[in-house]
Nanobody
Framework: VQLQASGGGLVQAGGSLRLSCAAS????????MGWFRQVSGKEREFVAA????????WYEDSLEGRFTISRDNVKNTVYLQMDTLEPGDTAVYYC?????????????????????WGPGTLVTVSS
């Protein structure tokens, strides 16, 4: 599956953004989808993930309540709604796909398990 993220930009602290990740290819529902973020010089960190049918979601503990992941399997798109943004949320955000079998056996938080990555979209939160 090929991925293309969009929706990043500059926002003031306290504002909101919604990121989108469009997938091309077959069997979109056979993938768990994840969002990660990375700041220059730091490791890529898990943000959120969602299962193939959109019934279960997982979040990095500190982000739950501010960020919401969802997916539209008709549009082959996964979303990340980000509310009450903070300067510490500034990063390049990546969407990624991992096969359901791998996700069920290994979990969804480890970047190296994901087999497809989009090119990333920059989110900048000003204070």
């Amino acid at each position: 599956v090929q991925l293309q993220a969009s929706g990043g930009g500059l926002v003031q602290a306290g504002g909101s953004l919604r990121l989108s990740c469009a997938a091309s290819g077959r069997n979109f529902m056979s993938y768990h989808m994840g969002w990660f973020r990375q700041v220059s010089g730091k490791e890529r960190e898990f943000v959120a993930a969602i299962d193939g049918r959109g019934r279960n979601a997982w979040y990095e503990d500190s982000l739950e309540g501010r960020f919401t992941i969802s997916r539209d399997n008709v549009k082959n798109t996964v979303y990340l709604q980000m509310d009450t943004l903070e300067p510490g949320d500034t990063a390049v955000y990546y969407c990624a796909a991992v096969g359901t079998a791998t996700a069920l056996s290994m979990g969804v938080t480890l970047p190296h398990l994901y087999t497809s990555w989009g090119p990333g979209t920059l989110v900048t939160v000003s204070s």
